[in-house]
């Protein structure tokens, strides 16, 4: 039974599991986390974020320019060579697994790409203590854990409350892009997202799928579920335009 002296856990939409990172990531980690992965002031667990200003994003990218977030970047399969096809943008990637972010850095550092910056933090946290209410021209999040028991629903990351909040976070002009590979999921994000207040479904007039994201590099979540002979569904929402979106 929980203890009623310790605080209960959050429910998150990611798994805590044991961070053992092999020796290439370790070499990434020490090389360019100073660099490129932000530190934040953490609340109950070290993936939380506690309540605090929100980042100086001047300050962080040394420059201001159009802001693109990528909630859950995994390894960077598609975060690396989108920003490096961005270089005009600043990219702040949501990543919890500190092996994957471990990755990532290498992939930046082989790259050369210099206008990303990493948070191992929960994305939900991050959204609402460190960016301000419209102050971010695109969101993208692909392939999110799909949690697919009924009684793990209330993990999935795509919900009412977290549509509000990157509603919330969207400039007037901002886009969410989804993609997913599991048509239960693609069905639920339509459910939540087409009545979501303070977004609008771009596609919603040729059948509310939008078409695969071009820019988009195909990473092992989507080969797997091609393989699997799964429909990969891409969406794509933009702010609406008047200010109904909850803080
Ligand atoms: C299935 S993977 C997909 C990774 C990547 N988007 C891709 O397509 O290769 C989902 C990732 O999201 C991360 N994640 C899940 N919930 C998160 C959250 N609330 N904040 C930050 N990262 C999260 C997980 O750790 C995992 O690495």
Redesign the pocket.
């Known amino acids: 039974m929980h203890s009623p002296t310790r605080p209960r856990r959050q429910v998150?939409?990611?798994v805590r599991r044991s961070a053992r990172m092999n020796e290439s990531q370790q070499r990434a980690w020490q090389r360019h986390a100073a660099e490129w992965v932000v530190e934040v002031e953490q609340h109950e667990t070290s993936t939380s974020v506690a309540e605090q200003p929100p980042l100086d994003l001047g300050t962080l990218f040394g420059r201001t320019a159009p802001l693109l977030v990528e909630?859950?970047?995994?390894?960077g399969?598609?975060l690396v060579p989108m920003a490096a096809a961005r270089p005009d943008w600043n990219v702040l990637a949501?990543?919890?697994?500190q092996p994957?972010v471990a990755s990532t850095l290498g992939k930046l550092a082989a790259a050369g790409v210099g206008n990303v910056r990493l948070l191992m933090h929960?994305?939900?946290g991050g959204l609402t203590h460190l960016l301000t209410p419209a102050s971010v021209d695109e969101v993208w999040t692909?392939?999110?854990?799909p949690w697919h028991k009924t009684r793990h629903h209330k993990r999935r990351?795509v919900s009412p409350e977290f549509a509000g909040l990157v509603a919330s976070r969207l400039t007037d002009t901002g886009t969410w892009r989804l993609a997913t590979d599991w048509d239960d999921y693609a069905e639920w994000m339509r459910e939540v997202l087409d009545v979501a207040p303070g977004l609008v479904n771009v596609h919603a007039g040729d059948g509310g799928w939008a078409p695969r994201f071009a820019d988009r590099p195909v990473?092992?979540?989507e080969s797997r579920g091609l393989a699997a002979g799964r429909t990969i569904r891409d969406l794509t929402y933009r702010r609406a335009e008047s200010g109904t979106a909850t803080p």
């Not at 909630?71 to 390894?75: A, E, P, R």
């Open positions: 998150v939409s990611f909630i859950g970047s995994g390894t399969d598609s949501f990543e919890v697994f994957a929960d994305a939900v692909f392939f999110p854990d990351l990473t092992r979540f």
